[in-house]
């Protein structure tokens, strides 16, 4: 039996195709908005991370009408290392709306999506969207996207799927390139009549699949799917079992049920086949659950989550500056603050290592890491990270095998050279290279997924700020061999104190600074990046001696070069394996792991 009083489906796209906005203007089009109200852009990015780093890092329900049917939607990441958001709400949807750059075209994100809806079997729409940008090419992207489906296998009913022209931002989509640029209508129409309504039996055994999980101070933990089959109420007795874990089989009784009405969860007494709802009241609750009924408990299957990539350890933090900024820095907040994370984020693996204060966690790449890292920065928690390394394989005669990744690299003409050259010896394999719109060319590289670890910085300098890197997961691949991965060495401060222009002054020569005067600075602590390959120590606390001469020039102000000052991921992309980055609610400071100079250098022979 179908429900055509309901529609569920999912926004999917490469990251910065408009995704949200749309969203946006969907809301706004269907009148949850008043008209008069004062609304943000892109209201469904609420954690403030989102907000400002311009990314969906969780996917969003909501919900809107239309023609008295309620279309459920979900609004996805699109950044790789989100993607295990991605792989398991399509679970709960019955199709999805594909977005597309008109200028970017085909982008390595948009395949993983398209990949996963397809092998599902959802009926996609595609909507090219930014046609409104001057360098727009909608013929030539049309033409990418059904090479797409055809490369990806695409049945011939997938391929014969519908196509619209739209801008999110300034809130219209359209059949034809020529229709009247008015609203999203055409959008709204195309889902009701080509998205097919949810089946299932509402005579049946419930059956719920949570897909996503939701956590709340207040209320724990609330889990997120669609009914599959009969109807699930409030106080209902209930049975969780995973189809992953045929050992599980744990009583519940349904306390909470809500609804997504525009933004808000509304709470409802019961919820027919179809429906996407929230549910709180069971501990737990974890992502793969299937919710039935007590006489007919039959899990549905889920697929496995995408391992991991990469792993960092975090550490607690030992420096001498250690407490003095962070709320919580002992070992068990820090443990019980990532076992927390797991109840969210499906795609991260958190492991106890041979030391109580430190513990191995592993994500889909290094935006994954530093998203949680400063997460936990801005809630208080002060602790250490190691560099990031690849979690390697190894096959069934113990080959070392290791993780690959397809780049795609849009980067102007004269900077082509440099990127060649760059990724060749970071082991990158060039594909093909052709010329696009603007004076732009793309690079497509197989490479380590080692081979990408610290170069994001040296890729932003080397293209002056005008290259845009995407990466996706391609599988594991025999290792390929060493790769150095910095040339420079590190400026490390010999003495503890607090950093003077003297002191600075002379340091300066050597190399370029990440600090200024007045700097709470300890033995052991980088303070700069030496221009040559080995590490030189300073002392930048040594003040001028005071004699009693005096000349016309001599107290003439020392002029000081302004400090670079790293950011999250550019600190995770410089700092080497014998260093560590100190990570506080209000610095951020990169320290080697072995502070005292003679131990320092008796552990730098051993290695060799």
Same mark, same amino acid.
Do not use: W
């Given at each position: 039996?179908?429900?055509?009083?309901?529609?569920?489906?999912?926004?999917?796209?490469?990251?910065?195709?408009?995704?949200?906005?749309?969203?946006?203007?969907?809301?706004?089009?269907?009148?949850?908005?008043?008209?008069?109200?004062?609304?943000?852009?892109?209201?469904?990015?609420?954690?403030?991370?989102?907000?400002?780093?311009?990314?969906?890092?969780?996917?969003? /329900?909501?919900?809107?009408? *239309?023609?008295? &049917?309620?279309?459920?939607?979900?609004?996805?990441?699109?950044?790789?290392?989100?993607?295990?958001?991605?792989?398991?709400?399509?679970?709960? &949807?019955?199709?999805?709306?594909?977005?597309?750059?008109?200028?970017?075209?085909?982008?390595?994100?948009?395949?993983?999506?398209?990949?996963?809806?397809?092998?599902?079997?959802?009926?996609?729409?595609?909507?090219?969207?930014?046609? !409104?940008?001057?360098?727009?090419?909608?013929?030539?992207?049309?033409?990418?996207?059904?090479?797409?489906?055809?490369?990806?296998?695409?049945?011939?009913?997938?391929?014969?799927?519908?196509? $619209?022209?739209?801008?999110?931002?300034?809130? *219209?989509?359209?059949?034809?390139?020529?229709?009247?640029?008015?609203?999203?209508?055409?959008?709204?129409?195309?889902?009701?009549?080509?998205?097919?309504?949810?089946?299932?039996?509402?005579?049946?055994?419930?059956?719920?699949?949570?897909?996503?999980?939701?956590?709340?101070?207040?209320? %724990?933990?609330? %889990?997120?799917?669609?009914?599959?089959?009969?109807?699930?109420?409030?106080?209902?007795?209930?049975?969780?079992? /995973?189809?992953?874990?045929?050992?599980?089989?744990?009583?519940?009784?349904?306390?909470?049920?809500?609804?997504?009405?525009? $933004?808000?969860?509304?709470?409802?007494?019961?919820?027919?086949?179809?429906?996407?709802?929230?549910?709180?009241?069971?501990?737990?609750?974890?992502?793969?659950?299937?919710?039935?009924?007590?006489?007919?408990?039959?899990?549905?299957?889920?697929?496995?989550?995408?391992?991991?990539?990469?792993?960092?350890?975090?550490?607690?933090? !030992?420096?001498?500056?250690?407490?003095?900024?962070?709320?919580?820095?002992?070992?068990?907040?820090?443990?019980?603050?990532?076992?927390?994370?797991?109840?969210?984020? &499906?795609?991260?693996?958190?492991?106890?290592?041979?030391?109580?204060?430190? *513990?191995?966690?592993?994500?889909?790449?290094?935006?994954?890491?530093?998203?949680?890292?400063?997460?936990?920065?801005?809630?208080?928690?002060?602790?250490?990270?190691?560099?990031?390394?690849?979690?390697?394989?190894?096959?069934?005669?113990?080959?070392?095998?290791?993780?690959?990744?397809?780049?795609?690299?849009?980067?102007? !003409?004269?900077?082509?050279?440099?990127?060649?050259?760059?990724?060749?010896?970071?082991? %990158?394999?060039?594909?093909?290279?052709?010329?696009?719109?603007?004076?732009?060319?793309? $690079?497509?590289?197989?490479?380590?997924?080692?081979?990408?670890?610290?170069?994001? %910085?040296?890729?932003?300098?080397?293209?002056?700020?005008?290259?845009?890197?995407?990466?996706?997961?391609?599988?594991?691949?025999?290792?390929?061999?060493?790769?150095?991965?910095?040339?420079?060495?590190?400026?490390?401060?010999?003495?503890?104190?607090?950093?003077?222009?003297?002191?600075?002054?002379?340091?300066?020569?050597?190399?370029?600074?990440?600090?200024?005067?007045?700097?709470?600075?300890?033995?052991?602590?980088?303070?700069?990046?030496?221009?040559?390959?080995?590490?030189?120590? $300073?002392?930048?606390?040594?003040?001028?001696?005071?004699?009693?001469?005096?000349?016309?020039?001599?107290?003439?102000?020392?002029?000081?070069?302004?400090?670079? &000052?790293?950011?999250?991921?550019?600190?995770?992309?410089?700092? !080497?394996?014998?260093?560590?980055?100190?990570?506080?609610?209000?610095?951020?400071?990169?320290?080697?792991?072995?502070?005292?100079?003679?131990?320092?250098?008796?552990?730098?022979?051993?290695?060799?």
């Amino acid at each position: 039996m179908r429900r055509e009083d309901v529609r569920n489906i999912a926004i999917i796209a490469h990251v910065d195709h408009g995704k949200t906005t749309l969203v946006d203007e969907l809301l706004k089009q269907s009148g949850v908005f008043r008209e008069n109200q004062d609304v943000q852009e892109r209201v469904m990015d609420s954690n403030d991370l989102e907000r400002e780093r311009g990314i969906t890092i969780l996917s969003k /329900n909501t919900a809107v009408y *239309y023609k008295d &049917v309620k279309i459920n939607i979900i609004d996805t990441p699109g950044h790789a290392d989100f993607g295990g958001e991605v792989e398991r709400v399509l679970k709960m &949807v019955n199709g999805v709306v594909l977005l597309v750059d008109a200028f970017e075209g085909v982008m390595p994100q948009t395949k993983f999506v398209l990949m996963k809806a397809l092998s599902l079997n959802l009926p996609v729409i595609v909507c090219l969207n930014k046609i !409104d940008r001057p360098e727009a090419r909608p013929d030539e992207v049309i033409d990418e996207v059904l090479e797409l489906f055809m490369d990806l296998d695409a049945s011939d009913e997938q391929l014969d799927c519908p196509f $619209l022209f739209a801008s999110a931002r300034d809130g *219209y989509a359209m059949k034809d390139l020529n229709d009247p640029k008015t609203d999203m209508i055409d959008l709204f129409d195309t889902i009701i009549d080509y998205i097919p309504a949810p089946e299932g039996d509402p005579e049946a055994d419930t059956q719920v699949l949570i897909s996503t999980i939701d956590y709340n101070e207040y209320v %724990g933990r609330i %889990g997120v799917g669609k009914v599959d089959n009969g109807c699930l109420k409030v106080n209902q007795e209930a049975v969780l079992v /995973n189809h992953h874990n045929p050992e599980k089989k744990e009583k519940v009784r349904i306390s909470k049920l809500y609804e997504y009405d525009g $933004l808000n969860k509304v709470e409802v007494a019961e919820a027919k086949f179809g429906s996407i709802v929230a549910i709180s009241g069971i501990a737990d609750l974890h992502i793969g659950d299937t919710i039935c009924s007590p006489e007919n408990p039959v899990a549905i299957p889920f697929q496995k989550i995408s391992e991991p990539t990469l792993s960092m350890n975090f550490i607690v933090n !030992d420096s001498p500056l250690a407490g003095q900024e962070g709320k919580y820095v002992t070992s068990r907040h820090i443990r019980d603050r990532l076992f927390r994370e797991l109840n969210t984020d &499906v795609s991260l693996r958190v492991e106890e290592t041979d030391s109580p204060d430190s *513990y191995k966690v592993s994500g889909r790449g290094e935006l994954h890491l530093s998203v949680l890292i400063e997460n936990m920065r801005r809630e208080g928690y002060e602790f250490a990270v190691s560099k990031a390394e690849v979690l390697y394989h190894y096959d069934e005669n113990g080959k070392k095998l290791e993780p690959m990744e397809l780049a795609y690299v849009d980067v102007p !003409d004269e900077f082509t050279g440099t990127v060649i050259s760059k990724l060749s010896t970071r082991k %990158g394999n060039l594909l093909g290279m052709k010329n696009i719109a603007g004076g732009y060319t793309r $690079l497509e590289f197989r490479i380590p997924s080692r081979g990408l670890i610290g170069y994001r %910085g040296d890729f932003l300098t080397d293209t002056k700020g005008n290259g845009i890197l995407n990466t996706i997961f391609d599988g594991y691949e025999p290792y390929l061999g060493d790769i150095q991965y910095r040339k420079q060495g590190s400026l490390i401060a010999f003495e503890t104190g607090e950093s003077v222009t003297y002191g600075l002054f002379s340091a300066q020569d050597r190399g370029t600074l990440f600090i200024g005067p007045g700097e709470k600075v300890y033995a052991g602590m980088v303070i700069g990046s030496s221009s040559r390959a080995e590490d030189i120590e $300073l002392n930048v606390c040594k003040k001028k001696h005071l004699t009693n001469t005096r000349s016309s020039s001599a107290d003439e102000a020392l002029t000081l070069v302004p400090p670079r &000052v790293l950011s999250l991921e550019q600190a995770i992309d410089f700092i !080497d394996t014998d260093e560590l980055l100190e990570v506080t609610p209000e610095s951020l400071r990169i320290r080697k792991r072995i502070l005292d100079p003679t131990l320092r250098k008796r552990a730098g022979f051993k290695k060799q």
